[in-house]
């Protein structure tokens, strides 16, 4: 039971700090610029807080401890799993909401694969070692 807790921890607190670098500083004028109105004023914190607790559930399950602590596989299915999460809010919003930038749906979808993978790194390492 300590390798999924371990691996969970170190995708949260990955994932946290990354995410919260590129929408605090990075991208943070991007995001705006792109969203317009749409953007709220402050985020909402419930839901914000359910995507960051639930978020590396998942990078656990379905991505670092299939990976059975192979670095390379779990890098490859962290990958994917961010391109399939990111993917659906992306392509759906730029489906289906008007005037939501192609643009914005690709570099956050990059950013997903990109903040996904780097938490999957983190869970399998953290799992190799402490776990």
């Known amino acids: ?16 700090i990354l995410d919260g670098l590129w929408l605090g500083v990075v991208a943070k004028t991007w995001y705006q610029q792109g969203m317009g109105a749409l953007m709220a004023e402050q985020p909402r914190l ?3 807080a359910l995507f960051y607790l639930g978020y590396p559930v998942g990078v656990v399950l379905f991505a670092a401890l299939p ?3 192979d670095l390379a596989k779990g890098l490859l299915m962290g990958a994917l799993f961010g391109l399939f999460c990111y993917g659906t809010y992306d392509m759906t919003a730029w489906a289906v909401l008007r005037g939501y930038p192609g643009w ?12 996904t993978t780097a938490g999957t790194a983190a869970a399998v390492l953290a799992a190799r070692h402490w776990g």
Do not use: E, H, N, S
């Open 67 to 69: 990976a059975g602590g």
């Open 46 to 48: 419930v839901p914000a």
């Open 104 to 115: 914005l749906a690709g570099l956050d979808l990059a950013w997903g694969v990109a903040v």
């Open 1 to 16: 039971m300590r390798t999924p807790l371990v691996a969970y921890l170190a995708a949260l607190l990955a994932i946290g």
